[in-house]
């Protein structure tokens, strides 16, 4: 197993995922603890000393399963991470009752690293508010020894992640972002990534290989990745994309099946970052697969809104519909603005289409938009 270097702590770059555990019958309520525990003692017994957990994971149910297979290892032998879930503002205000019952169903004593979970545009604006107290609450625990370390995980936009940093960047000792070779660009995790550095913060990262989706690739995506690298299958030649990163520490695979486990432990046992030049291709290859309507943000557009509408945000929100079919990522961002600045309140009056240069339609775009959302 390789390991880096994180303050004191040797963390194995391989971090176990626990959202995606094995389950019975399909229930994802009913995680099946027996594979489980096989899956975390193969893990441990090969170097694996990070375990990432969350309050809604599995319904509920993942941080009380990790705390059962953990409980068959020292304390000493692992780092546990949870989070507290804001990406669900109902919880705000609760950070001390979740934060207690999250350590009695984890079933310790404190927790190695705690993140702020999904800073997004759905919730910055309750996360910035002190009058909730989740940081300094949080903080108090790390005062108190029941938080080891502190930081946060993010899916927001470049100018909503600077403002986190802005007001609680001091306190955050690491980031967990979405990266991989197609969001580099595409979610804009390389200008993340150059904050972060910055700032002095290292890098974790999920979604390493898009939900499954850079595991499962066409015939011509594979075929471009084998002359790249020959000898490698998909999923590897993704690890090795992030290996290529020297700001990322720790890289969480969700991982739901023993196989996948034996897999990802032969991958991260071995250094093979792709070099500059495959750098280069593996995002060529990330941008032609992410390749929708080619907006170049020069917001010429927006000038010229009657109805004030973000239309190069819009678009990028799109272009995420058409790629990933949705999920929540499209529906945090348009669930957080005002009804009158969705694709819906386009009035195709083709002001913006008349000084496009690069052709766009906009006004069809967002028709499709909404029809895709229904």
Known sequence: MIYKNFQDLKLSTLGFGTMRLPTID???????????????????????????????????????SVGI?????????????????GYDINNMGKVKEIFEKQLEKCQVEYFDFYLVHNVCEANIEYYLDESYGTVSYLLEQKKNGRIKHLGFSTHADFNNFKRYLDKYGEHMEFCQIQLNYLDYEFQEANRKIEYLKKLGIPVWVMEPIRG???AKLSEGEMSYIKKIRPEESAPEFAFRFIQAINE????????SDFTQVKENIATFSEYKPLDQEEFKNSLKLGKKMTECVPCTSCRYCTEYCPMGLDIPKLISLYNEQVFSGGGFIVSMNLNSMDENKRPSACISCGACQAVCPQNIKIPEIFKDFVNRRK
């Open 26 to 64: 399909g229930d994802i309520s009913k995680i099946d603890q027996e594979k489980v525990n096989e899956m975390f003692d193969y893990a441990i017994k090969s170097g694996v000393n990070y375990f990432d957990t969350a309050w809604g994971y599995h319904n509920g149910m993942s941080e009380i």
């Open 212 to 214: 499954g989706r850079l």
């Open 69 to 85: 297979a953990l409980k068959n290892h020292p304390r000493d032998s692992f780092y546990l991470a949870t989070k507290f879930p």
């Open 248 to 255: 990322v520490v720790v890289t969480l695979s969700g991982m």
